[in-house]
């Protein structure tokens, strides 16, 4: 049996990411299922659940962290794809990814907003 803090965070997960969100822990299963369990626990069930920030604020938070990392690619796409699940509108999400050009360059934003275009296609 699985803890709260387990059932809250998948359930939290499934409302933010959907089943791009289910995918990532599937993929886990084979080669680190304690590390899946961790990801469902702590960010999703310890962080998305505190209620100081909404989604869209916890959203844009994540699109613009993962935009200046710069490397990131397959975890900003899911987030791009969770802040239109909670709100964000594509037009929010490019301006999002446009303001990072100032915090982490051109590169990063240009890389952003292909993995934006990429998520809006599949739409």
Known sequence: MKSKRY???WNK???????????????????????????IEFPFGDIYTRNKLDLKSREIATISALTVMGNAKPQLKVH??????????????????????????FPCALNGLFAAEEVFSNE
């Open 13 to 39: 997960l499934k409302e933010v990411d959907g089943k791009a969100g289910e995918k990532v822990i599937e993929s886990l299963k084979n080669i680190a299922p304690d590390f899946a369990d961790l990801l």
């Open 7 to 9: 059932e809250d965070g």
């Open 80 to 105: 791009i794809q969770a802040g239109l699940n909670v709100g964000l509108t594509k037009e929010e999400i490019i301006e999002i990814i446009i303001q990072m050009s100032v915090y982490g360059g």
